[in-house]
Nanobody
């Protein structure tokens, strides 16, 4: 069982930055796919950024490429999402998710394939 706790959301003006953190209570943290997803009111949950904690290239959703960066600190069992050049359309509830992946060379990108979820943190970007 893994528990995920997000932090770092808030309100910011367009063009600003925020950094989200997701701390995981898990053994063998380096064997997980960790992802950030977001869901705006009336919209489906979408993948923002995903990374395997054991290494490899991260995945970014098209709307956030070149603006958002996912990173990890395995010593702290924590994944980060640095969000720069924020836009009003980035406003959503952001969720951290985890999928046990000890052997998989890559990570899924669909939310249904992640079995563990945090409670979410709200990000609001005003114009």
């Amino acid at each position: 069982q893994i528990q995920l706790v997000e932090s770092g959301g808030g309100s910011v003006q367009a063009g600003g930055s925020l950094r989200l953190s997701c701390e995981a209570s898990a053994y063998e943290f380096n064997k997980y796919c960790m992802g950030w997803f977001r869901q705006a009111p009336g919209k489906e949950r979408e993948g923002v950024a995903i990374i395997h904690t054991g290494g490899g290239s991260p995945y970014y959703g098209y709307p956030v490429k070149d603006r958002f960066t996912i990173s990890q600190d395995n010593a702290k069992n924590t994944v980060y999402l640095q969000m720069n050049s924020l836009k009003p359309e980035d406003t959503a509830m952001y969720y951290c998710a985890a999928d046990w992946a000890p052997y998989r060379p890559g990570c899924p990108t669909l939310s249904v394939e992640f079995g563990y979820w945090g409670q979410g943190t709200q990000v609001t970007v005003s114009s």
